[in-house]
Structure formats: structure tokens, C-alpha cells
């Protein structure tokens, strides 16, 4: 796999700095029953990498020390990892919204049969890839049966009120594009997503995230490989809209890896670049490093953050 890193370290990203610290994005490790095209952990069913119990203990102390209002769960797959219950109980008694970013098709593992079930009674919000509500392309980037997969797990949490308005259980959908493009704008996505999915399969969602794929690690490496990579980050760049600076997810959260070093987000623990962009910050040893004001590790691939009408982790921003 090619690295994408050298291409995107030197870089004329606009200096960014963090806001006050809200939310907690926790990668529990690697492993995940899929191995999509696009994915930005390079996740599978073959890697080993998981959370110890110690790891997750001491980021439940630096949950209860803290004032953060969100614990977001992520992998590979974070169900299938050992400490995730024992983070969502632990999130959920501090108070917390717990946030599962949940494939799906994670559902119908084995040893998941109570997995929905056990989501919805401790109330975790889900967030949860959903690529196009078209069966050819899912299954062309998430591989072969999944799009079936994923549309009985969406009556499944719609039969337990997810999605539903006024049952509290939010149940967002996210769309990254196939390929080298920006997402259509979010809300007419958002509209035709409803009314497919409402009309051919009956399935309700809270909003739809529509997210710019990054230009790191699989997605970055099949650039290289097909010679797209120069074109992909002049389409970013040219997008790239300063109003959504204030908005991008690396100014109110922090991105914890499996063996609890930290960093501004999720694309940088990708790339292995700490927090600050300095040395390695583990969540014991966390300083003012991380507080409001410090600075964020930027590199080129952070247009794709703010390319068109921006996207992070968030969906659309402002
Ligand atoms: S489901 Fe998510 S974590 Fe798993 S391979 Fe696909 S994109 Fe990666
Ligand atoms: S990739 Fe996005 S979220 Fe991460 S540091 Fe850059 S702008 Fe922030």
C-alpha cells in the first residue's frame, strides 16, 4: 500500500486551534467483519489490534475527571471489541451521550444476536455508513451482500424505535462518495435518501452525513495507484471554503487510539500524527497540550475537511 503521508505533510492548510474539549472519539482497535474500498483505517477481518481493559480504564477516569459531553465508539468494527460495553455503561453513568459509529452489518454476527437490543437500552445514538441507497454501489464498496445486510439492520433498529421521531434513538446515515468526487450537497441528498429508502424499503433515519472521502491510507493509496492523486487534492484545495474552519471536528474533540495515545482526530491517528503534531501524548499524561487554544496537526489532507460545503466527521458543517 502506498504512503500517503509524504504527499501531504508539507502543506498550506490554514492554522487551526482547539476550541474547549466536548467530545471523546475512542478507536477500540482494527478488527471489523468488512474490508470496504474506501476505508480510512485499513480495518478487516484480519487485524489483532484491540483495547486492553487497562486502556479503557484509564480513559474512563479521564471521562469522569473531564467535562466531555459525548463519547463517540469507532474501530474496524467497535462492537466486536472487548471493552466496548464496558465503555458504553461507563459513558452513559458519566453522564455522557455514547455514540456507536456502527457498520451494520455487525448486527448479524455471530454472538450479536442482543447487540440492538443492548444499543437501545442504553440509549447509544448511532451513526452508522450507508454509502448510496443504491444495492450495486454499496456492495461494490463495502462488498458482496452487505446493502441486504445493512437494510434488515435499519428495520431491525427502526422496529426498536430508532429513527423514529420522537423516540429519542437517533439513527444518522452517512454517505461518502465512490470515488474521487465531492458529496452532492447534504440536504437534497438527505431528501433523495428519504424518499428511496421510505418507499422501497420503509426505513426512517434522524439526517443523513454526507462526508468527503480523505485522501489517506486505502482511499489515498488506490489514488496513487490509478495516478488521481494530484487531481483529487487540486479538487479539495479548489473546493476548499474557509467558513467551515470554525466548524471542523478536531476543534471540540480528540481522537484516542486503541492503546490510548492521542490525537486531534481521527484521519491524523490514522497518519500517526499526534496531537499538536509533536511528540506522542498518552491519555494519562494528558497537559494543557489538548486545551482550548492549543494548536492542531494540519497537513494537506484537512482540505478534505473543509472542501465544498465541509464535512469532518460531522456531516455538513454550518
Ligand atoms: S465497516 Fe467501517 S471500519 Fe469496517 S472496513 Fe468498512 S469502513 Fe472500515
Ligand atoms: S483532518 Fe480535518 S479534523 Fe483532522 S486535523 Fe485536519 S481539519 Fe481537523
Redesign the pocket.
Known sequence: MYQTLPLLQYSD?PR?RRASLEILQVNLGYYCNQRCKHCHVNAGPNRKETMSAQTAAQLMRFMQSTQVSTIDLTGGAPELHAQFKPLVEAGRHAGCRVIDRCNLSVLFEPGQEGLADYLAQWRVDIVASLPCYLEENVNAQRGRGIFEKSINALRVLNDLGYGIDGSGLSLELVYNPQGPELPPPQADLEADYRAYLGEHYGIQFTRLLALAN?PIKRFGSTLISRGQFVDYMQLLKSSHSAAN?DS????N?LSVDYEGYVY?????QMLNVPAGGGKPIHINDLDQQVDAGAP????D??Y???AGQGS??GGALG
Do not use: P
Open positions: 492548510f487551526i480523505l474552519l471542523v471536528m478536531c476543534r474533540t486531534d482526530c481521527d484521519f491524523n492542531i496537526a494540519i497537513a489532507h484537512c478534505g475537511c473543509t469532518s466527521c
